[in-house]
């Protein structure tokens, strides 16, 4: 069983950037896929990037933030991270974290994230 823990979230202006973290704890972090999703009200949880277990080399974003966002992970921390630049009102949103392996897959509690001036 992996413990997921998400921080960083905030209220921030259009433009503004911020950093999410996720720790994890109880399972060997690198061997698992690790992804950022969001989930807006009233709207379905989409996938915003993931990054491929170990070396992390792999990585994939939706459409809408390429180019503004990066996912990296620290294996020595057991964390991964979201750093969202450029930051749009459309970007608010809970953000969850989710690890992943073969059939199992982790969920953290999610942060919320507010982009408004």
């Known amino acids: 069983q992996m413990h997921l823990v998400e921080s960083g979230g905030g209220l921030v202006q259009p433009g503004e950037s911020l950093t999410l973290s996720c720790t994890t704890s109880?399972?060997?972090?690198?061997?698992?896929?690790m992804s950022w999703y969001r989930q807006a009200p009233g709207k379905e949880r989409d996938m915003v990037a993931r990054?491929?277990?170990?070396?992390?080399?792999?990585?994939k974003y939706a459409e809408a933030v390429k180019g503004r966002f990066t996912i990296s992970r620290d294996n020595a921390k057991s964390t991964v991270y979201l750093q969202m630049n450029s930051l749009k009102p459309e970007d608010t949103a809970v953000y969850y974290c989710?690890?992943?392996?073969?059939?199992?897959?982790?969920w953290g509690q999610g942060t919320q994230v507010t982009v408004s001036s």
């Open positions: 990054i491929s277990p170990f070396d992390g080399e792999g990585t």
């Open positions: 109880g399972e060997t972090f690198m061997i698992f896929a």
């Open positions: 989710k690890a992943e392996l073969s059939q199992y897959e982790y």
